[in-house]
């Protein structure tokens, strides 16, 4: 884990994210209340689990309104007679309420050597820390122990750390549990695929974190932009339910494709074995 060193004081100094991730008024989307998730369950203990833990991007659960994450559309994509797919993303959360909600330690609890842990936050972590517009989810920039205080609704208070921080604490607690740690960077935006690319600081913050800390990383946010770039802006356009972030469940079943493009490329393909048929079809 990423030890602490130092501390913001000052307004001043509040750590604001770089380019690649939303700001406060561009994330103005709700915080999906734990009665409308269910808590998915092991099916078989004796099997590798696929466990995989991120945002509304990864698990939105229709919502009511046709918004489907790519975690709850790449079960197919895997033999469930050789292991596992447990979904633990839930809607509106930052990689910093993911933790401080205790939702990553029941994923701990739940891992065990063998399994598979796949990581995707970066769509909530934007934004000034402080601002109440941000729900207070975001955390700060890059993957160092740099550190501010936020004052809570309540008037408590709360150490937050680097985006980059509580990634490190993801990895090195999974790894404790002899699992295999992947970190993507997440789906682009309907507007910022095509030209340029997005979540360019996250994908490098992901990509810091893995090498400094064992796990595995590929760039989602780009095996979906160039997948993108192949069927053209019109076909793209229809995968997108909202004015720019969520899916419809052809463009969760697309993504859900392109993960496991990504998954194909990190090195030994290290899930090759639990592809069902589906999933071995798919070009890396």
């Known amino acids: 884990m990423i030890r602490m060193k130092t501390r913001f004081t000052a307004l001043a100094a509040l750590l604001v994210l770089a380019a690649g991730i939303l700001r406060a008024e561009e994330d103005a989307r709700p915080v999906v209340g734990v009665s409308r998730v269910a808590v998915e369950k092991i099916r078989d203990a004796a099997l590798p689990t696929f466990h995989?833990?991120?945002?509304?991007t990864v698990r939105s659960g229709g919502a009511g309104a046709g918004l489907w994450g790519w975690g709850e559309r790449i079960t197919p994509f895997f033999d469930t007679n050789q292991i596992n797919v447990v979904n633990h993303a839930i809607g509106g959360r930052s990689a910093r309420t993911f933790f401080t909600e205790g939702r990553w330690q029941e994923v701990v609890?739940?891992?065990?050597?063998?399994?598979?842990?796949?990581?995707?936050f970066g769509h909530n972590d934007g934004g000034r820390i402080g601002d109440p517009a941000n729900k207070h989810r975001a955390d700060g920039p890059g993957a160092g122990d740099e550190t501010v205080e936020d004052t809570l609704a309540d008037g408590s208070k709360e150490l937050v750390h680097t985006f980059g921080w509580y990634l490190a604490k993801f990895a090195d607690d999974a790894k404790a549990k002899n699992a295999t740690v992947i970190l993507c960077s997440?789906?682009?935006?309907?507007?910022?695929?095509?030209?340029?690319?997005?979540?360019?600081?996250?994908?490098?913050?992901?990509?810091?974190?893995?090498?400094?800390?064992?796990?595995?990383?590929?760039?989602?946010?780009?095996?979906?932009?160039?997948?993108y770039k192949k069927i053209g802006r019109e076909k793209a356009d229809a995968f997108f339910a909202d004015k720019g972030t969520h899916t419809t469940d052809l463009g969760a079943q697309f993504n859900a494709?392109?993960?496991?493009?990504?998954?194909?490329?990190?090195?030994?393909?290290?899930?090759?074995?639990?592809?069902?048929?589906?999933?071995?079809?798919v070009e890396s």
């Open 52 to 56: 995989i833990v991120g945002d509304s």
């Open 109 to 120: 609890d739940a891992v065990k050597p063998g399994d598979f842990v796949i990581i995707q």
């Open 186 to 227: 997440p789906i682009p935006h309907k507007q910022r695929w095509e030209n340029g690319r997005d979540f360019a600081s996250v994908a490098g913050w992901d990509a810091e974190v893995a090498k400094a800390h064992g796990a595995l990383y590929f760039d989602l946010t780009m095996v979906i932009t160039d997948a």
């Open 257 to 281: 494709a392109c993960v496991i493009a990504g998954l194909k490329s990190l090195p030994g393909d290290p899930l090759e074995k639990f592809f069902s048929q589906k999933g071995k079809i």
